[in-house]
Structures are given as C-alpha cells and as structure tokens.
C-alpha cells in the first residue's frame, strides 16, 4: 500500500504548486494577441464622453448569425471606428423571439479579439451607461455569436486592424433593412 501511495506522489505534476504558475493556462488572452505594427501594448483608453441616441429601425441591418434564437441588428449610424485605439464602436439591437429588444453600445477590439459593452438599453432607451466596462473575450458561441460575426466579416481588416467607418458601411451595405416582422 505504502509502495502505491509513493507512485502516485511521484507521478503528481510540479505545476500542481502552489508558487508556481501553470505554463500552459496561466495567461491564455495573451497567446491570442495579434501585434499590432510591431506593439505589444494593449489599447488606449480612450473616455467615452456620452451615449449615441436609442437607435431608429429605420437604421437598423440585420445580421445573419446561425444558430441563434435572437436576431441581430447594427444601428448603422452609430458606427465609428478609431486608429488611435484600434476599436470600432456601435449599437447593437438583440430582439428575442418573443419580441423583447435589448439595445447596446459596445466597442470591439479587432487586435485583442475581445469587447466592452459601453451601455444597454431596453425596448424603450435611452442608453444607459454601464456601471462597470470590462474587457471580455469574444466568443462564437450562443448569445454572443454576433460580435465574432462583426469582427470577422465586416469591423477588422486583417483580423487585427479596425477598418475605417468608410469600409465597414460598404461590407454592410448589403444587409437587409429592418422589417417589423422579422
């Protein structure tokens, strides 16, 4: 018995330490940064000085995201997009299946591949500023499918560099306008 428990000790790894950090988990966001022109530094942060307007459906694209019980649109007029920090910013409509809307301002970091919701709204606005922005990983899967959609077809040039206002309107150009029934 003493034998086994002594093999089994001898086969725990050394990253099971506490003072040590796991090499292969330890810092996961940074193995997926895409350096931009030679920086390593994260983004500028740049102040967000107010909220857009609650958007106007007469604004609204639609997104086409698969598998998705919600559907998605982009205010168009709310898109702005920065060198400086390398962010698109816009307004996002999410309308449930049952007809619920929720509405946010958030920005997407085509470098990092991650986001920061800015500010929500329900069905009726006006866009309220959340009490606390964090970066948070874009994912492609469930609910948040739409941001990955956004940063791979239509906000990032390159996967890395955010697109001027200019190019992203054309790549939108032909989504399909908002309807009351969709």
């Known amino acids: 018995m003493k034998t086994l428990i002594l093999v089994l000790i001898s086969f725990l790894p050394t990253t099971l330490q ?3 950090a796991d090499p292969i988990f330890d810092d996961i ?3 997926q ?4 022109k030679g920086e390593n530094k994260p983004p500028q942060k740049l ?6 307007g609650y958007p106007r459906d007469s604004n609204l694209r639609k997104l086409e995201i698969r598998n998705s019980e919600s559907t998605f649109y982009v205010d168009i007029s709310s898109i ?13 409509v999410a309308i449930s299946p049952y007809g619920a809307r929720t509405v ?8 990092y591949r991650r986001y920061k919701a800015y500010g929500y709204a329900g069905s009726d606005g006006p866009i309220r500023p959340f009490d606390e922005q964090a970066w948070k990983p874009v994912p492609d899967q469930g609910n948040g499918r739409y941001r ?3 940063i791979d077809n239509y906000l990032c040039d390159n996967f890395s560099y ?8 054309i790549r939108m150009n032909g989504l399909k306008a908002y309807k009351k029934q969709d």
Not at 33 to 36: A, D
Not at 80 to 92: C, F
Request: aromatic residues 2%; charged residues 30%.
């Open 80 to 92: 702005t997009s920065s060198k400086k920090d390398n962010i698109a910013r816009l307004v996002t």
């Open 33 to 36: 940064h895409v350096p931009r």
């Open 162 to 169: 955010a697109a001027s206002r200019d190019k992203i309107l």
């Open 148 to 150: 990955a959609t956004l």
């Open 29 to 31: 966001e940074k193995d």
């Open 104 to 111: 946010t301002y958030e920005g997407l970091d085509c470098g």
């Open 47 to 52: 102040a967000i000085e107010s909220m857009p």
């Open 18 to 20: 506490a003072d040590q």
